[in-house]
Every structure is written in structure tokens, then in C-alpha cells.
């Protein structure tokens, strides 16, 4: 029987935003959408290209691809398959947050591997974007609520995903390759970063899909040593999944300088077995959101909705960075803080232990049009 604790944390992680796919038979990987959020298929599970209308995927043009995180539960969900996808959703609020990027010259893409993610213990999904032996394998969940291996893959998620997001983009003219992760994706994403720098490096690929910034939104860490991790820096421990990401960061910002973002909406890091991985925020740019137009309660959604919080960001201009003086008035700095829109070189500019970003205003909408940060000392 699963704690309360561990009800909670499910909760937690239940989506915002969700479409409807039958989960009869195994699909995962990467789709393209378009600016209307329609979604086309982009790699088949052999490996196999497919070929989309450019509406879709226009290989002269920058690429961002987005990885979900946990998927408790979804596939049960209304008779059918859940799925996030770029439509938000909320009170008298209707977006598609895919149009703007689109309109801006960007490809969008998904990697989905939600039913992979959909284990009632975080633990085992998030092993599977490691390693295909991990607890549970590489099961996947189907709408009657089954698990089956049948045409189950031999690798784990997060090399099926290097290897769809590299094909996909072999072609790519545009030389620039965005990734974002959200809860648990964020590892994901880490993963398929380090996996691209490592092939980049060894000449396995061409530095046209070496990826150029890696967003972390809200990102969640699972507690304690993982055998399926080994003991890389062979302190006599197994690794922990929050270490093995801030070694992957480090080593992209030494090899690259690549710009690195830490948004954090919640307090899903002290839930349970949420690691706060602190050591982390003094690398990336660590940035506050604080979605107050949410119940203060309200963790489930203060989670999820900087997801929509980021995509719709590229819509607007970078938000001001201010700081507050005595009589609590905002002066601006002259300088932006970060969403989608701000520019790779402030992110970077942005990046160590000296300052963190804290969101001041803006905080009743939904809309990030209207929002400020204050830069605080860290």
C-alpha cells in the first residue's frame, strides 16, 4: 500500500495540459508540432526519418525539443492515453503556446516516453531514462492498465532519445539545438545533452545538433545512491541521479559554455524523497517563479504551469531584472532577466553563485508579459 506522502507526490506530478492518444499498442518518441498544435511523428521506433511537411519541421530553422517528466496514472486516465502537449488551458485563458515559436522561425518538438513514465513509484520511471535494466526494465503501460514488455526496447529512454533528436536534426542547417525538461524530464534532457556532447566530441556527430542551451523547469531529483548508476566518482557510494546531473552540467559548461537555466515554480524538492540538489543553483541561473494567482496550496499547479509559463514567454520581451529600494520601489537594472526569449549570452552572464532571480512582479497572471525579477545577492 502506497503512503499518503507518496499519494501526494503523485498528485503532484499530475498534468495541466493533456490530449488524448490510445495507449492500445507501444508509441514514444519524438513529434513535431506546428503553430495550430497539431503533432506529426518524427523518427519511428526502427530509426527511420520520416518526412513532414515543413510546416512541421523546416530544417533550415533553430530547433527546441521538450521532455515531460513523470506520467502516474495516464494511461488509464478517460478510457484513453493522456498527453501533454502546447495548449494551456486555464480559467478564461486558452493558448497554444507552440504559435508563438513557431511564428518566430523555431521547429518544436515533444519526446514523449509517457508510457514508460507511467510507474505509481517516481523511482522506477525515472530509472528508465538511465538505464533499460533498472527496476522495472523498460515496461510500458497500456489503457487497460496493464504493463507488458512485448516490442519493449533494449536501451534505455535516454538513448533511444539522443539517438531520435540526432537523427531528426542530421540535416539541420540552422546549427542550433535547444532542450528543456520539466520535473523529471529535466534529467532527460541532461542526459540527451551529454550524450550529444560526448558523440560531438568523438566525431560521431556534427556539431549542428551540439545543444546550445538546456532549460531545467522545475526539476525533480529522487533521494539516495542508484545501483543502476555505478559508483562513477568511486567514493564507495552509488551515484544519485542529482549528482549525475550537476557533473553533466559542469562538464557542458567546461566543454561548451553552454547556457543553463534553473526555474524553479515550487517546493516539489522537499517532497518525500525530493533531493534540493543545491549545489546545483550555484552553476546555472537559478530563477524564482512565483505563480501567486495560484492558491498558495496549490502545488500540484504552481508545479506544472511553468511549462506554459516558459513557451508563452517567447511571445513577450525578455522580462525587466530590477532591484528594490527601501521604499520598496523597482529600479529597473537596464538588463533582462530570463524566459524563453532572453538571449543565450545573458543566461550565460547569469550563470554561478553570485546573484539569484527572484519574481516580484507579475505574479497574479498567468501571462509572463508583465513580470519582473529581482536580482538578490546569493
Do not use: C
Amino acid at each position: 500500500m502506497m503512503k499518503p506522502a507518496q499519494w501526494a507526490l503523485i498528485a503532484l506530478f499530475t498534468l495541466f495540459s493533456l490530449s488524448t492518444h490510445a495507449a492500445d499498442t507501444l508509441d514514444y518518441g519524438l513529434y513535431w508540432f506546428d503553430g495550430n498544435n497539431t503533432s506529426v511523428k518524427a523518427v519511428e521506433a526502427d530509426g527511420t526519418v520520416n518526412t513532414v511537411p515543413l510546416s512541421y519541421y523546416d530544417p533550415s530553422k533553430p530547433t527546441i525539443v521538450h521532455f515531460h517528466g513523470w506520467q502516474p496514472g495516464s494511461a488509464t486516465r478517460g478510457n484513453g492515453y493522456d498527453r501533454e502537449d502546447f495548449r494551456f488551458v486555464w480559467g478564461s485563458e486558452d493558448v497554444i503556446t507552440s504559435t508563438a515559436w513557431k511564428n518566430q522561425g523555431w521547429n518544436i518538438a515533444y519526446f514523449y516516453w509517457d508510457q514508460f513514465a507511467d510507474e505509481s513509484e517516481v523511482k522506477d520511471a525515472e530509472a528508465k531514462m538511465w538505464s533499460a535494466t533498472g527496476p522495472r526494465g523498460m515496461r510500458y503501460r497500456l489503457s487497460d492498465g496493464s504493463y507488458s514488455t512485448q516490442h519493449s526496447p533494449s536501451k534505455s529512454v535516454g538513448q533511444i532519445a539522443f539517438e531520435q533528436v540526432t537523427a531528426a536534426l542530421a540535416g539541420n542547417t540552422s546549427s542550433y539545438l535547444r532542450l528543456s525538461g520539466h520535473s523529471l524530464g529535466n534529467q532527460l534532457a541532461t542526459i540527451v545533452a551529454s550524450k550529444i556532447s560526448d558523440a560531438v566530441y568523438a566525431g560521431d556527430v556534427g556539431t549542428n545538433v551540439l545543444v546550445d542551451r538546456l532549460e531545467l523547469l522545475d526539476p525533480f531529483w529522487s533521494q539516495d545512491g542508484k545501483g543502476y548508476l555505478g559508483d562513477a566518482n568511486g567514493d564507495g557510494a552509488n551515484d544519485w541521479v542529482g549528482e549525475r546531473t550537476r557533473w553533466t552540467i559542469e562538464e557542458l559548461i567546461q566543454r561548451h559554455n553552454t547556457p543553463v537555466t534553473w526555474y524553479k515554480s515550487s517546493g516539489i524538492q522537499d517532497v518525500w524523497i525530493g533531493d534540493r540538489n543545491t549545489a546545483l543553483e550555484g552553476i546555472v541561473s537559478f530563477i524564482h517563479n512565483r505563480f501567486w494567482y495560484l492558491a498558495s496550496g496549490d502545488y500540484v499547479n504552481k508545479h506544472n504551469h511553468v511549462v506554459p509559463w516558459y513557451f508563452r514567454s517567447m511571445a513577450s520581451a525578455a522580462p525587466e531584472e530590477v532591484t528594490i529600494n527601501w521604499r520598496n520601489q523597482r529600479i529597473p537594472t537596464g538588463l533582462d532577466a530570463a524566459s524563453a526569449a532572453t538571449a543565450d549570452s545573458r543566461i550565460g552572464a547569469m550563470m554561478g553563485d553570485t546573484y539569484h532571480w527572484d519574481q516580484v512582479e507579475g505574479r497574479y497572471t498567468a501571462a509572463p508579459q508583465d513580470d519582473q525579477f529581482e536580482r538578490k545577492n546569493y
